[in-house]
């Protein structure tokens, strides 16, 4: 099988092959996914959750779940993006945010605007911080964002107001 | 939009798109993750803030046992100092922005729910508190909410959770820098900290508070008419059914026991009215910032219709939501996946199924087609599971529509 899918593969995905044996064509899918997806993912993660370790295993764990379903999962990417927002925001809630694994400070110079806007929005609630990221990094609509999260429209509207007035107390 | 509004959104997008991408990156520097390396001071500053709005929660044998508190003063600004207000101090003229609900669409004896959008400090101070419960994992966060009745109905919102590091026994006056009136945070429970945010509460009434066992999760005896209605601050499963009709008419309706009537959430933003209807009490909301999207929460026993509506006049999505709540119990499996159970169930309600609930359900058992109502251009037809797919039809002017359905594809 790893000759079919080649390498890298996910341990938690290999460990999955082993007891699921999904077919030939699914790992090849499921690996080119991870291969094409992966950073923005864990990227993506890593914004919500600000805990660098926790976002790998919040994308592994989503790569293991598209193992299970990826039969039947009509658009793999939009299941992939989804799942990686719900399930930070739900781990990041169970978990206390003393990070085990904190971020990195971003490899990249910060101007000290970008350094205080940074740090409030790291600052803001995990739904919060969720929905900016989305907005205005992954560039998604309100109705984009609703479906991604699977909330009403009006909890999006509301849940980014609310962050975006707390950045502006922030910022001011 | 202002001018600030597109600065914070153009920094936004700047830093989003020049930090996230390096979050992650091999030869970044360890020192500390951003937001908390800094931010002692920051931290320091936010929790100077969260304190303005007094956002304290008890410990609970303290408060048990020895019921002192404390006005707090010097936490606010000076010019925000509270008052002291009794109930009869209370300001009445309060509608000043509400002006986005078309007036034409609202009924002459439509009771106001939330006479303007919530002041700074019950936002902040609410969402500071829920995010340092969530920060907490706190196991037994909840929220549960109470309102009363008249023109202008108290408003209660308990938050539960534990922050053992407050003060004890605090009550702050938020009066003064509000535009709700008699609106208070304090914090008390015998069996569990908690947060009261109180609208048109005198500062006696919140007060007696302090003796409900609101973190047992149980059915309580409230005075002053308040009664409890479903709602989650920050609701984790939706039950979502969307019909597409012309002209970018839609509604979209979220099902569930677990969510509260969302339109409620939304009024931390925005105003509510409340209507009585004959189907029970519907709650409405529009977006100030886009009069096009209509929200309407409906409580039907211990279940929530939430009805989302796009370019529908407010009468015609208070409507729909009423003629599609209170259907059958085949209905609702027919919206409601049968294998998505609520994952955090609300505190029991208390009460039972109201009467005109049950006609309801009489008649539509009685009933062997399609059971119809006409709003406007709008046609809703409830189907009994079995004779067709067991889910709500809606018709635009004649015009079929596209539906969206968990179930029904």
Known sequence: ?172 | MTDLDSDIERRLREVLHAVIPHLLDADADDAARPGVRSSRARRVRVLAAAAAVALVALTVGSLATSRRHVEVVGTAPPQETATPVSVADEPTSTTSTTATIDPAQRPPDADLFLPTVLPDGFDAGAASYIARTDAAATPGFWTRLFVGTGDRPPVLLVIGGSEPSSPVGEIQDMTARSSWPSYRLAVAGPSGAALLASGGLAKQQLRALGDVDFAAQQPVTLPDGLTEVPYDQAPDTTYAVTWNGPSDRSVTVNVGSSHGVDALSNGITWPIEVRDTPTGQIFVSVDESDATFVQVGHVVDDHVVNVEARNLTVDEAVAVAESIAPTTPDVWAGIVPPDRTPATPLPPMGGTLPQRFSDRLGALADTDGPVASQHGDITVSLRRSGESDGCVDLTFGGTPTSRSCPTCG
């Open chain 1, 1 to 172: 099988m790893p000759g079919v899918v080649g390498e890298p593969l996910l341990p938690a995905l290999r460990h999955a092959t082993a007891t699921g044996d999904p077919g030939a064509a699914d790992l090849a899918l499921i690996d080119a996914l991870y291969r094409a997806h992966r950073d923005e993912l864990a990227a993506l993660a890593a914004a919500i959750t600000l805990d660098r370790e926790l976002a790998m295993e919040v994308v592994h764990d989503v790569f293991v779940g598209l193992q299970r379903h990826v039969g039947n999962v009509a658009n793999p990417a939009g299941y992939l993006h989804r799942s990686v927002v719900q399930r930070s925001i739900s781990v990041l809630r169970r978990r206390r945010t003393s990070s085990r694994h904190p971020l990195p400070r971003p490899a990249v110079v910060l101007t000290p605007e970008i350094d205080e806007t940074w740090q409030a929005v790291t600052a803001l609630p995990v739904r919060e911080r969720a929905v900016v990221v989305l907005r205005f990094w992954r560039d998604l609509s309100e109705a984009d964002i609703a479906d991604t999260l699977g909330w009403p429209v009006g909890t999006v509207k509301s849940t980014l107001h609310r962050a975006l007035r707390r950045l502006k107390e922030q910022l001011r």
